[in-house]
């Protein structure tokens, strides 16, 4: 929001300007993590421009059984951010007719800048791992929509070739658990795959989601408490700028006069050559000239 204050009949002009700006942001990531072996060798082409890699094809094959991927780890980071600025600036000027000062002009400007952040870290974390008390889940294991395969699509335009399309945790699974990851490290049902905890691909699917994790010894999930709870979660800063100024402008009478006069000439030359005169009407732009 601004204003100016600027009347034909008065040396006194204002302006002043105020002004409001706030901003916000949420973000919630959960990174989930996962095994596959690559096999023990690969191919490497440097024939052409870009590089051919390949695979042998029981390595390929395996790509596509999820039995060979095994969940492994979880790791959240949230965020919520917000900010305000507040300004607001004025400047006042008195000019002078007939006077060795020409104007006095004085101003300044105030700005408060507020802002609050909220950041929990990078809390990773293990999932089941037959290790740490929890069965080791393959993505055999993994509940409807909670895998997704991906395929490389237009790698390098199409130009090289990629060993093959790989699985992941799917972008639903995610984003059910960005903010509260409990239900991600719950433990499978009890006796799920009891004798064989390091692979458990053979037990098939979850009924829900529930990969398993790490536990305190008191049997809580060892995992960091969803939100913004600890002392350095939240950072809070504020930044106050105020600045002012002066100016006055003088100098002799003649060379204000002057000037008025060269710039009357020439603006007047210039509308006598838009409209199509002769160079007689030159005149005034002598005179003016004259004058310096």
Same mark, same amino acid.
């Not at 070739?161 to 945790?169: E, W």
């Given at each position: 929001m601004s204003f100016a204050w600027t009347p034909v009949d008065s040396h006194l002009s204002l302006k002043g300007s105020l002004q409001r700006v706030d901003s916000r942001q949420i973000y919630d990531r959960l990174d989930i993590f996962r095994d596959i072996g690559f096999g023990q060798s690969f191919g490497l082409d440097l024939r052409d421009d870009l590089p051919q890699i390949s695979v042998n094809p029981a390595t390929q094959a395996s790509f596509a059984d999820p039995a060979n991927y095994f969940w492994t780890a979880s790791m959240p980071h949230n965020e919520r951010n917000k900010g305000r600025l507040d300004a607001g600036q004025f400047d006042a000027e008195y000019t002078f007719d007939n006077? $060795? !000062? &020409?104007?006095?002009?004085?101003?300044?400007?105030?700005?408060?800048?507020?802002?609050?952040? +909220?950041?929990?870290?990078?809390?990773w974390s293990a999932?089941?791992?037959?290790?740490?008390?929890?069965?080791?889940?393959?993505?055999?294991n993994a509940a409807p929509g909670d895998v997704a395969n991906h395929a490389f699509k237009d $790698? !390098? &335009?199409?130009?090289?070739?990629?060993?093959?399309?790989?699985?992941?945790?799917?972008?639903? +699974?995610?984003s059910r658990f960005n903010v509260n990851r409990t239900g991600l490290v719950t433990a499978p049902p009890a006796g799920f795959c009891t004798g064989r905890e390091f692979d458990c691909s053979a037990s098939g699917p979850l009924p829900v989601t529930g990969y398993g994790g790490q536990f305190n010894p008191d049997g809580t999930l060892a995992i960091r408490?969803?939100?913004?709870?600890?002392?350095?979660?939240?950072?809070?800063?504020?930044?106050?700028?105020t600045?002012?100024?002066a100016l006055v402008r003088f100098g002799p009478q003649g060379t204000r006069a002057a000037s008025r006069v060269t710039s009357a000439c020439a603006s007047c030359m210039s509308r006598t050559r838009a409209a199509?005169?002769?160079?007689?009407?030159?005149?005034?732009?002598?005179?003016?000239?004259?004058?310096r």
């Open positions: 006077s $060795f !000062f &020409r104007s006095v002009k004085v101003g300044g400007r105030y700005a408060k800048r507020t802002e609050r952040d +909220l950041s929990n870290g990078y809390n999932l089941g791992r037959g290790w740490n008390g929890d069965p080791q889940l393959t993505y055999a $790698f !390098f &335009r199409g130009e090289t070739t990629l060993p093959g399309n790989l699985m992941f945790a799917s972008e639903s +699974l995610a408490q969803p939100g913004f709870i600890l002392p350095g979660d939240q950072v809070d800063n504020r930044t106050v700028n600045a002012g100024y199509g005169s002769s160079s007689r009407m030159a005149g005034p732009s002598s005179s003016a000239t004259a004058l």
